[in-house]
Structures are given as structure tokens and as C-alpha cells.
């Protein structure tokens, strides 16, 4: 699936969020949306899977205005994986992931073979099989976050929204999160705070700053040492380790006149 916004508008409060904010994600790419706090890359992800209805511009779905699809045709495309939060479900992890079927399911119609088949499939996935039967306020908030992340899958859509999925996690599951995510046979549109994460599972990023793309291209391209000190307002280096994979040293002491910092890369 590919996805595009054109011109995307967002006013919200009275402020205008987003100022005309194209992007495009091509077929199973895997496309970061990064920028400091506040410059609307949450915004720019709740437009797409319609959580904010943009007040200019469009979002298209395989050459389809967004507005062309029903919500539950729209979930059918595109699931979302969130921030993670502490969820106190009273529910079974397969319970929490069957959830995931609704967008294909009539009112009121019973889990079948297949529904229970897809579920267990997504588990797999993310390395939860075991935790089936387990409840899942009882787990960790990485394990809750796979499950989460299973319930999307469990929507058996071409496309995944990932919005900062990882902001709360230990290092270990936030990699753990994005190996899955990397992956995936799929289009997958993710707003990164973590400039390294960025780096090492992107295909391309848009970087988003007062409510407009200032930058975009592979990683390689877009985060340079001058981007950074711009956007980012702090000093860094830049460098590839002897693999090749690039990677951000930031320096302690070295911010610029703004307010962010190198822990600051926000929503």
C-alpha cells in the first residue's frame, strides 16, 4: 500500500499545527517522521488514521482520498500502534489481540477459526505465544506493548501508524519493538523521537519542524551535524560505525540558544 498526504492542514485550539505537510510512503517502506517537540508529528499520524480530520490538504490511501473509505473500510487498510501506556485490561492477551478483528467482523458476530488463527499468528510474531492465557494488566510494559502491537497485526492490514510506540520503553524493547516492526511485510509510517532509532530502521524520514517538512530523505541524508544543531538545537556527531550503520553522539554541554535538548526529541 502507499500512503500520501498532500498539503495536509491541522488547526487545533485555534493554532495552526500543521502548515501544509506533504508525505509519501511507498509500497512496504518503512518511513520515520521525526522533529523536536511540538512540531507536529503526532498531529501529522492522527490526520492519517483519522483520529483529527485535516481542516486542509488530503491523505490518500492508494490514490483514494481517506474520506473515500468508511472507518471500518479505513481500519481495514491501516492499524496503529501508539505510545505506550500502562493498560489495566481485564482481559486475556488473546483477548486483547482478538480485538484486533473487529474491523472485519458484522455486529454482533461470533470469533471463528480463522479470527482465532490470525490471532494466534500475531503472537507468534511478536514472541508472545506463550502469554495467551496470561491476563494482561499482569504484564510488563514491553510485553504490553508487543500485544498491542499484535492486536494491530491481528488486523491483517497492508499498513501500520506508528505513533512514538517506543517513547516509554527500555532500550531492550524498544529494539525488540522495531525488529518486529522491521520485519513486516508492510507499509509502516512511524513518528521516532529517537534519532537513532530513526537511523537504524528507516528506509527514509520527513522531518517536521513548526508544522512543516524541512527536510527529507534517507537517513544518511536528512541527519547531518548541521541538521541536528538546527533543528535539534544541540552539537553532535555523526559517523558510521565500521558495519556502516550510522549513529548520533550527542555532547553534553554543547546546546544551542533554544530550549530543547538531547533528550527532547518529542511529539
Known sequence: MEIRAEGVQA????????????LLAGQKELVGVIGP????????LKCIYRVLKPTGGAVY??????EGYSYKQSARQAAVLAQHNYYNFDFSVQDVVMMG???????????NARDYQIVAQALETVGMSAFAQRSFSTLSGGEQQR???????????????????TNHLDIKYQLQLMDIVKGL??????????????????DRLYAVRNGTV???GTPGEVLTREFIREVYEVDAQVFHDPEGQLHILYRPGAQGSGQSGPGEHGK
Request: hydrophobic residues 45%; positive net charge; charged residues 25%.
Open 101 to 111: 478483528r473487529a474491523p472485519h467482523k458484522r455486529a454482533l458476530e461470533r470469533d
Open 61 to 66: 490511501l492508494d490514490g483514494k482520498r481517506l
Open 11 to 22: 488547526v487545533l485550539g485555534g493554532s495552526q499545527i500543521l502548515k501544509g505537510v506533504d
Open 185 to 202: 511485510d508492510r507499509t509502516v509510517i512511524a513518528a521516532i523521537h529517537d534519532l537513532n532509532i530513526a537511523a537504524m530502521y528507516c
Open 214 to 216: 524541512v527536510k527529507a
Open 147 to 165: 500485544v498491542i502491537l499484535a492486536r494491530a497485526l491481528a488486523q491483517d492490514t497492508p499498513c501500520l501508524i506508528l505513533d512514538e510506540p
Open 37 to 44: 517537540n511540538g512540531s507536529g508529528k503526532s498531529t501529522l
